[in-house]
């Protein structure tokens, strides 16, 4: 805990006016059939579309206490797995974003009850998010004491200390004859 | 503006002019009475003769004869008995559509001028048709289509198009469809068939907005073991073909994702649209009969007030 990161505030995402599309802007009838005439290519804008996304990471320690078996000494070390917690909102003030427009014609024009409603499709309202965040090292010991990579380590260090300190075992082994090297 | 005219073998021609309408505009039947145009000098000419067109407006027609105006314009009856539709024809049959000859349509009103030329084409017959089974549902076996087996002559740039009627009665005693009916998308050309011979098939077509329970339940599209059906196949020029081929995309009745086509229009000096002028071309001088069931009864004809 004492190492725990501050959180983090997205920036608001600000995009230009909204999307062109080609809508029908009058109507005509041949044979009784309803024909849309439309706007040139791309002569309508929807729109704009924004919204303001908001998030707080909170993430864990990268760092734990390790006594070193042989020593005794504590130092700190880098963990292996570490995780952390993203909470955020998108779309903090519910914006409903234009995704497409479509025209629900209903009635019959003979009888006198025949409208078109333009109805406009969102994909998505305000929408909180949850995320677990861990990354790891394969590569780096956790610091247990069964750990086979720091049990090696650790005879090594101790070969070379009494390497250094018994010099004789380098002159014994520098007289042996060759035939018993 | 919007002209929709149309002329077939051995009929005189039809034209309606209508203005567009806003899209979200309130829809009532004195709005779309109001659409009508009525005054217009409508001329075609033949290649020998520029003939002016008459006007015929419904309120001049008599009430006993609005049902057939309306079966054959494709016009509502509360339309025409409620609001003064004018449409141009030739009532003393001075022109009547020949195949092969080529008819040039002047419009002039409200200051502008349009121009629509087109050529009725030589009708290439169907060889055969059929009534088959859909077999779409489980234990169905009452609906399905009409076939059609036809021989594309060999040369590219034939395009037709698919009129169906039921005849057999209604509950009302009247026939079940008031005229020939083209479902959505009727229209092919032969750029993928050309010289061949094939069969095909249609679906039924409705009455735009009909709310005959046989065009909203499951029926709807299908003919019915019982029915007697009149086909009518047309050869049609490849114009009218492009136009009719473009123009059902942007008609659906429920276009969630309409798209934003152009309909192939075919007038000059537009600020509004030309339909086509059509061609028709019947079998035998009759339309070619499927008979589901018995003999069929004679569909009722247009008869305009001389």
């Known amino acids: ?181 | 503006m919007v002209v929709e005219g149309s002329i077939e073998t051995g009929q005189p021609p039809l034209i309606f002019l209508t203005r567009t309408q806003s899209y979200f505009a309130p829809t009532s039947i004195s709005s779309i009475a109001a659409t009508f145009i009525s005054d217009a000098v409508v001329t075609i000419d033949d290649g020998t003769t520029v003939h002016l067109l008459d006007r015929l407006c419904s309120e001049l027609i008599p009430d006993s004869l609005i049902d057939e105006v309306a079966a054959e314009t494709g016009i509502d009856a509360n339309i025409l008995r409620s609001a003064n539709i004018c449409a141009w024809t030739k009532l003393d049959n001075s022109l009547l559509g020949v195949e092969g000859r080529t008819y040039r349509l002047r419009v002039e009103t409200e200051g502008k001028t349009l121009t629509s030329t087109t050529t009725i084409p030589h009708g290439v017959a169907l060889d055969s048709t059929w009534f088959k089974l859909a077999n779409q549902r489980p234990n169905d076996d009452t609906l399905g289509f009409i076939w059609g087996r036809l021989s594309d002559p060999d040369t590219i740039g034939n395009a037709y198009r698919w009129f169906a009627q039921r005849v057999n009665q209604a509950a009302d005693g009247g026939p079940k469809d008031s005229r020939h009916l083209a479902p959505l998308f009727s229209v092919f050309e032969d750029r993928y068939v050309n010289g061949l011979t094939f069969d095909f098939a249609y679906n039924r077509g409705n009455v735009a907005f009909s709310s005959a329970d046989d065009d909203i339940n499951e029926e709807r599209g299908f003919f019915k073991v019982g029915d007697t059906v009149s086909v009518k196949f047309t050869s049609i020029g490849l114009r009218e073909f492009r136009f009719f081929d473009s123009s059902p995309a942007t008609c659906r009745r429920k276009a969630m994702f309409q798209q934003p086509l152009e309909c192939a229009h075919q007038c000059r000096g537009r600020t509004g649209y030309l339909g086509r002028l059509r061609h028709a071309i019947q079998d035998g001088g009759l339309p070619a009969v499927i008979p589901i069931t018995k003999a069929p009864m004679r569909a009722a004809r247009f008869a305009a007030p001389l």
């Not at chain 1, 903090?92 to 427009?101: D, G, S």
């Open chain 1, 1 to 181: 805990m004492s190492a725990a990161s501050a959180g983090t505030m997205a920036r608001p995402s600000l995009t230009p006016p909204g999307q062109a599309v080609t809508i029908p802007v009058n109507r005509y009838f041949i044979e009784g059939q309803l024909v849309s005439d439309f706007t040139d290519r791309n002569g309508y804008r929807m729109a704009p579309y924004h919204r303001i996304d908001l998030s707080a990471t909170r993430n864990g320690n990268e760092t734990k206490e390790v006594k070193d078996p042989v020593t005794g000494a504590i130092t700190q070390v880098k963990k292996r797995f570490v995780s952390g917690w993203t909470f955020g909102v998108y779309n903090a003030y519910n914006r409903r974003n234009p995704y497409y427009i479509y025209f629900d014609p209903s009635g019959n024009p003979a009888v006198g009850d025949f409208q078109i409603v333009a109805k406009q499709v969102s994909l998505f309202s305000i929408l909180p998010s949850v995320t677990w965040n861990f990354k790891f090292d394969p590569a780096r010991c956790m610091g247990r004491s069964t750990c086979l990579r720091c049990s090696l380590a650790a005879r090594r260090r101790s070969r070379s200390i009494s390497r250094s300190q018994n010099p004789k075992w380098w002159s014994r082994a520098a007289l042996r004859p060759a035939s018993r090297r």
